[in-house]
């Protein structure tokens, strides 16, 4: 088993285009990164994208954090980064709000508002993901609310234990602002 994780980690780090999407409402805690991976190898799956979304903690409840993506479709690359602050805390549930901006094909976008939300199940897995509305600043309008989901799976990934606090695999589903919804997946790793 530990070949297959290693084998998995080293896929996910070993493409530069690895860049994140997914995210949660719970906090990562002061001076901790967590990232987020998805990887969609030579674009194989046509609407996919691969993706790193990154969380870095400026105090315990507020974070610098975004994502950097490329798009199978049509090749397109988008950035998006932000402040992330996390309102709620207790034994259920994580609720965060975020503000941010998103380049994309020449356009920048607002995400605002955002809800991000995580409820915790035992043994450490959790339902995490957000509620964000885009609005497209370069045209005036807006573009419409987006939704994901996502149940993360806690999992150990022993060669790089005395580094990493916690990993996931996230498996899940996230519908864009025009209405369409695509399955998701990614590994979520807490240094």
Not at 20 to 30: E, I, P, R, T
Not at 123 to 130: A, F, H, L, R
Request: charged share 15%; proline share 2%; glycine share 10%.
């Amino acid at each position: 088993m530990r070949k297959w994780y290693a084998l998995l980690f080293f896929l996910l780090t070993s493409f530069t285009q690895a860049t994140g999407g997914y995210d949660n409402g719970s906090a990562v805690g002061k001076g901790n990164l967590q990232l987020d991976f998805t990887l969609n190898p030579g674009n194989v799956v046509e609407y996919g994208q691969s993706y790193i979304t990154w969380n870095y903690g400026l105090t315990n409840t507020f974070a610098f954090h975004g994502y950097g993506s490329h798009e199978a479709r049509d090749g397109t690359n988008q950035i998006y980064y932000g402040l992330k602050y996390t309102f709620l805390q207790n034994d259920s549930w994580d609720l965060s709000t975020a503000l941010g901006f998103r380049h994309r094909e020449g356009e920048i976008h607002i995400y605002a508002p955002q809800l991000l939300y995580t409820y915790k199940l035992a043994n450490d897995y959790d339902i995490g993901g957000s509620i964000l509305d885009v609005y497209d600043i370069t045209d005036s309008e807006n573009l419409g609310v987006t939704f994901d989901i996502a149940l993360r799976i806690p999992f150990k990934l022993s060669l790089l234990q005395e580094y990493v606090e916690s990993t996931k695999f996230a498996l899940g589903a996230f519908r864009n602002a025009s209405g369409k919804t695509y399955p998701t997946y990614s590994i979520d790793v807490k240094f």
